[in-house]
């Protein structure tokens, strides 16, 4: 299982970036894919993801109104599109696929592939 994140940056504070997640199909379908990050010295957090239709998208109360997480199922790719970025908002963010349940979890243990991550940086 492959998943390939990209589109990260260093961006000044109230800019955009839109990360992807490129998927092997075989790891895509019918599974969660999230988004989460991790600031150094701190703990990865879940920030948004989705059940494999995209019916349900949950969002980290963090980034909550400044992010939007969507998904193409015919390109196995996810997207995370982050507006009014902050300096907070810095780390490296990865995604990462798991079994889906219902809500959907934030605790990157029950995600068993992750990406390589991207670095966002944004300055202020």
């Not at 894919?33 to 879940?46: D, H, V």
């Not at 908002?89 to 959907?104: F, K, M, N, S």
Request: a neutral charge; charged letters at 15%.
């Amino acid at each position: 299982v492959q998943l390939q994140a990209s589109g990260g940056g260093l961006v000044q504070a109230g800019g955009s970036l839109r990360l992807s997640c490129a998927a092997a199909e075989s790891a895509f379908g019918g599974y969660a894919l999230s988004w989460f990050r991790q600031a150094p010295g701190k703990e990865r957090e879940f920030v948004a993801g989705s059940n494999w239709s995209g019916e349900f998208i949950d969002y980290a109360a963090a980034v909550k109104g400044r992010v939007t997480f969507s998904r193409d199922n015919a390109k196995n790719t996810a997207y995370l599109h982050m507006n009014d970025l902050k300096p907070d908002d810095t780390a490296v963010y990865y995604c990462a696929e798991g079994i889906w349940q219902q809500p959907l979890s934030h605790s990157p243990g029950q995600y068993n592939y992750w990406g390589q991550g991207t670095q966002v940086t944004v300055s202020s």
